[in-house]
């Protein structure tokens, strides 16, 4: 599966963001997704995954209630919607097809260029 980030960008506390994924390579539906993200020094974090069919998500606690994992199978797309957005949300932010649960996982494809949101106070 090859992956390309997108959407980032420099926006106000309070604003809203929308990222999209974009996969090639391989059957998309097959794979659970995730967004992930990363401060420089800190590990990578996974903060919303989705089932291969959609059906299922789950998120982190630091974004819970405020982004929203979706995708389009049809498209090969996957997307985060990201409101309430605050500056603790800055980060370089990547998406992968995955195995395993929010707080233990492993990826299955090379990591793409990633896309950065940076959250102005």
């Known amino acids: 599966v090859q992956l390309v980030e997108s959407g980032g960008g420099l926006v106000q506390a309070g604003g809203s963001l929308r990222l999209s994924c974009g996969a090639s390579?391989?059957?998309?539906?097959?794979?659970?997704m995730g967004w992930f993200r990363q401060t420089p020094g800190k590990e990578r974090e996974l903060v919303a995954t989705?089932?291969?069919?959609?059906?299922?998500?789950a998120y982190s606690d630091s974004v819970k209630g405020r982004f929203t994992i979706s995708r389009d199978n049809t498209k090969d797309t996957m997307y985060l919607q990201m409101d309430s957005l605050k500056p603790e949300d800055t980060a370089l932010y990547y998406c992968?097809?995955?195995?395993?649960?929010?707080?233990?996982?492993?990826?299955?494809?090379?990591w793409g260029q990633g896309t950065q949101v940076t959250v102005s106070s």
């Open positions: 989705i089932t291969g069919d959609g059906r299922s998500t």
């Open positions: 992968n097809a995955h195995w395993g649960t929010i707080r233990l996982w492993g990826v299955i494809a090379e």
């Open positions: 390579g391989s059957t998309f539906s097959n794979y659970a």
